[in-house]
């Protein structure tokens, strides 16, 4: 892959489970010399506007994107999207739906750590996710700040995680609405990490078949946990599917410390050509007619 005019295109900010304000995720990806950024914060575009405004003095592109749960079967997974009219009203009040789910979801597990005898609340958790979208990643940090875990992946393993005491389910879109979601909102979808879904050969094509009927568009192929031999198998696949290659390396700063903005599995770069191969789709869906 070139080494120049590199690009990221999965990134989250403060506005949901990163660590950095989107000014200074931008600034920092200017000061590692991308060329293009896309901002996918979880259920919110609010951080988009702070960015772009960035990535104006900061010379660096920002892709207007998010990223959304959604289930299929019995399996959860995300997706991203990309090129969102992000001042859409109906995309505004879909994602507002979500994050209200997600503070009753919040509000419940908060709950029964209260009842479980643990002093924690609402306004400890939002202070502890700087007014962002808090979640799950947002309790686990607050219960290790409080003492009460040794660390935030011990809280996941004692209260947070499936089937343990606290958690409680979240109401997920399915694939179809959250594609329909992006979509609607003039974007392209893409599955993101696909093979962190665990899935074999035939259950991935079966997946990625009725996920392109829903509308699917792309592949995140470049990622952190994919190998090069994950990576061919997923070029494989974008090209029976005749789907769009992407990449990101899923920056969240202090959050995930090991990952690099930027960087994928080997230390490898992102090129720009990728970039302007979904920038040519999205131009072409603006004039297809509807």
């Known amino acids: 892959m070139s080494a120049t005019r590199v690009i990221d295109l999965h990134v ?24 293009a950024v896309a901002i996918t914060d979880h259920d919110t575009v609010a951080g988009v506007q702070e960015a772009v405004e960035q990535g104006h003095r900061s010379g660096v592109e920002i892709v207007a994107g998010v990223e959304l749960s ?29 994050q209200k789910a997600r503070d009753r979801r919040n509000q419940g597990i908060i709950e029964k750590l209260q009842e479980m005898g643990f002093t924690i609340t609402m306004e400890e958790l939002e202070v502890c996710s700087n007014g962002g979208q808090a979640g799950r990643p947002h309790l686990a940090r607050l219960l290790h700040q409080k003492n009460i875990v040794h660390t935030p992946e011990d809280a996941f393993r004692r209260f947070l995680g499936k089937d343990c005491a606290a958690y409680v389910p979240r109401k997920t879109l399915t694939t179809g609405e959250a594609i329909a979601i992006i979509r609607q909102a003039g974007g392209l979808a893409v599955l993101a990490h696909p093979l962190t879904l665990g899935l074999d050969d035939e259950a991935l094509v079966l997946l990625i078949n009725q996920l392109k009927k829903d509308g699917l568009a792309g592949l995140e192929v470049f990622y952190p946990n994919h ?7 997923l070029l494989g696949l974008c090209r029976k599917f005749d789907l769009l290659i992407t990449g990101g390396s899923d920056f969240h700063g202090r959050n995930k410390p090991n990952i690099r903005m930027g960087r994928v599995s080997g230390n ?9 191969h979904l920038k040519t789709r999205l131009r072409e869906d603006l004039c297809r007619p509807s």
């Open 12 to 35: 989250h900010t403060s506005f949901s489970d990163g660590t950095y304000t989107p000014s200074a995720t931008i600034e920092k990806a200017s000061n590692r010399g991308l060329a």
């Open 227 to 233: 190998n090069r031999e994950s990576q061919e198998r």
């Open 268 to 276: 490898q770069t992102i090129p720009y050509q990728l970039l302007d």
């Open 70 to 98: 959604a289930v299929a079967g019995d399996k959860s997974l995300h997706l991203l999207g990309y090129g969102l009219q992000v001042e859409s009203p109906e995309l505004l009040e879909k994602l507002q739906d979500i």
